[in-house]
């Protein structure tokens, strides 16, 4: 009965910023971990971000430098992905995704995900 439930999808200048949202429900009590993931067109699948439900963040990729950041809002039931200078090659279907246990791994080991919402990021 666990579900995801992201944010409508958007177009938005390039330089410009934007948060995403993921509502959640039915998450038992217990280790587990929310994440973000994005796929362009005609690419694989990439992990963003990922909170634990203790607090601690963990980034995937290495290239975003600071321009993506994960928080939570835990007596709201939502997670957040906020973009600050978004770039065409932001592109993309984002994803909040959910897995049970401890620590942040790969798109493999997440059991639930959003539906998907497109961000378009052009002029």
């Known amino acids: 009965q666990l579900q995801l439930v992201e944010s409508a999808g958007t177009l938005v200048n390039p330089g410009g910023s934007l948060r995403r949202s993921c509502a959640y429900s039915g998450i038992s009590l217990g280790w587990y971990a929310l994440a973000w993931f994005r796929q362009a067109p005609g690419k694989e699948r990439e992990g963003l971000l990922c909170l634990t439900n203790s607090g601690v963040p963990t980034t995937y990729l290495d290239s975003l430098a600071g321009r993506f950041k994960i928080s939570g809002d835990n007596d709201k039931n939502m997670i957040y992905l906020q973009i600050t200078d978004l770039k065409p090659e932001d592109t993309a279907v984002y994803y909040c995704?959910?897995?049970?246990?401890?620590?942040?791994?790969?798109?493999?080991?997440?059991?639930?995900w959003g539906q998907g919402t497109q961000v378009t990021v052009s002029s």
């Open positions: 995704a959910f897995r049970s246990g401890f620590g942040c791994y790969g798109a493999y080991d997440y059991e639930v």
